[in-house]
T-cell receptor, first 112, second 109 residues
Framework: KAGVTQTPRYLIKTRGQQVTLSCSPI?????VSWYQQTPGQGLQFLFE???????NKGNFPGRFSGRQFSNSRSEMNVSTLELGDSALYLC???????????FGPGTRLTVL | ELKVEQNPLFLSMQEGKNYTIYCNYS?????LYWYRQDPGKSLESLFV?????AVKQEGRLMASLDTKARLSTLHITAAVHDLSATYFC?????????FGQGTRLTINP
């Protein structure tokens, strides 16, 4: 069974640009969550989607948005990039609520 | 707001020794996870603890959960170099994981 996949794995952008990251969950999983990891703030929850609906959102500015498609694949978008957005972005999928989350390899975003 | 605190944050130990990482959390939860992260890598699931008194063991690692004390422990027995990594505990608040700061474990030969 294939794991969670994320694309791209590495990304370099400049301030003010926008970026879209993609996540394909494990086959059959309907919940996708996103996390940001930085040296200063650690691992922080961004948002969670289930059946194309955002059910939970972390404490991030509106520049961070996401969506989920009917095949459960998810994208997150960050607009007007800032230096502080440089981070490892992790996607996790689970079968449903209250099921274990499995993490993908992450996308490392560098903002110059 | 749920707070999850790990200690110690840094741990340097010798091979063959035993040690324990502690994870305290501030709000009631019956579901706690332990993850391992190697430098530049993603999170690898180690243990899922689902109820009070749960104890799980895998190799040299053993995790336990005391929901009344809001405390989980990760015990390392006879450490080996391959266990060097950063270890995170995470409390599940209905699909939202709240992570501890992580414990960077270095095991010296």
């Amino acid at each position: 069974k294939a794991g969670v996949t994320q694309t791209p794995r590495y990304l370099i952008k400049t301030r003010g640009q926008q970026v879209t990251l993609s996540c394909s969950p494990i086959s059959g999983h309907r919940s996708v969550s996103w996390y940001q990891q930085t040296p200063g703030q650690g691992l922080q929850f961004l948002f969670e989607y289930f059946s194309e609906t955002q059910r939970n959102k972390g404490n991030f500015p509106g520049r961070f948005s996401g969506r989920q498609f009917s095949n459960s694949r998810s994208e997150m978008n960050v607009s007007t990039l800032e230096l502080g957005d440089s981070a490892l972005y992790l996607c996790a999928s689970s079968f449903s609520v209250d099921n274990e989350q499995f993490f993908g390899p992450g996308t490392r975003l560098t903002v110059l | 707001e749920l707070k999850v605190e790990q200690n110690p944050l840094f741990l340097s130990m010798q091979e063959g020794k035993n040690y324990t990482i502690y994870c305290n959390y501030s709000t009631t939860s019956d579901r706690l996870y332990w993850y391992r992260q190697d430098p530049g890598k993603s999170l690898e699931s180690l243990f899922v603890l689902l109820s009070n008194g749960a104890v799980k063991q895998e190799g040299r690692l053993m995790a336990s959960l005391d929901t009344k004390a809001r405390l989980s422990t990760l015990h390392i027995t006879a450490a080996v170099h391959d266990l060097s990594a950063t270890y995170f505990c995470a409390v599940d608040m209905t699909q939202k994981l709240v992570f501890g700061q992580g414990t960077r474990l270095t095991i010296n030969p």
